[in-house]
């Protein structure tokens, strides 16, 4: 699997998009790009998730590069109920692969 | 409502006593998950399972046990082994071999 690094934290102000980024730059052709976040003291959550096309939903939107070798994820919006540490996998979806996490971004929004 | 529960919330045991987190889940997923978080520390990864009957070692294996012989259930012990067996443990679950997969609120173990 390929390797991902992520800026340890991030600050935001409320009401401003966030946007976070991921490198991946070892990240092979069929590998996605997952992004999960996890409020403090409860499971995360998962977010979005993308190959080679960006992606949008109720959440967040996610950009891939062309090259496939870094993303980001942007909260177009954020509040202070999107403070969370925030992850971002690169998974290939082949049976044995096992969802591994990261350190991930503490993003931080602040009114 | 659908969804994966862990249970008790809260845990304590004595040292050198074996104990069993429960997770159950009627998303009717294949795989499901054990992971153990430390404070201010990311998800690592204890077991896995993408079948019923079948589990594999995650990269802190070592001290835990888990079994799979039905597919809503996969109950993680962890056993007298374990050295520093305190923690945050969330179990997860997802279809098949996706990566969207949902978690539990965990289960803090406190071993006293």
């Known amino acids: 699997d390929a390797k991902t690094t992520q800026p340890p934290s991030m600050d935001c102000a409320e009401g401003r998009a966030a946007n976070l980024p991921c490198n991946h730059s070892?990240?092979?052709?069929?590998?996605?790009v997952y992004w999960y976040r996890q409020i403090h003291s409860q499971g995360p959550q998962y977010i979005i998730h993308g190959l080679k096309n960006n992606e949008t939903n109720e959440m967040a939107s996610l950009i891939i590069t062309e090259d496939r070798k870094s993303s980001t994820l942007i909260l177009p919006h954020a509040t202070l109920r999107d403070t969370a540490v925030y992850y971002c996998i690169a998974f290939h979806m082949e049976y044995g692969n096992k969802l591994v996490f990261g350190a991930g971004t503490i993003l931080r929004v602040k009114s | 409502d659908g969804g994966i529960t862990q249970s008790p919330k809260y845990l304590f045991r004595k040292e050198g006593q074996n104990v069993t987190l429960s997770c159950e889940q009627n998303?009717?997923?294949?795989?499901m998950y054990w992971y153990r978080q430390d404070p201010g520390q990311g998800l690592r990864l204890i077991y896995y399972s993408q079948i019923v009957n079948d589990f594999q070692k995650g990269d802190i294996a070592e001290g835990y046990s888990v079994s799979r012989e039905k597919k809503e259930s996969f109950p993680l012990t962890v056993t007298s082994a374990q050295k520093n067996p305190t923690a945050f443990y969330l179990c997860?679950?997802?279809?098949?071999?996706?990566?969207?997969?949902?978690f539990g609120q965990g289960t803090r173990l406190t071993v006293v």
């Open positions: 070892t990240i092979s052709g069929n590998e996605y």
């Open positions: 997860a679950s997802s279809i098949g071999l996706s990566a969207e997969a949902f």
């Open positions: 998303l009717n997923h294949d795989a």
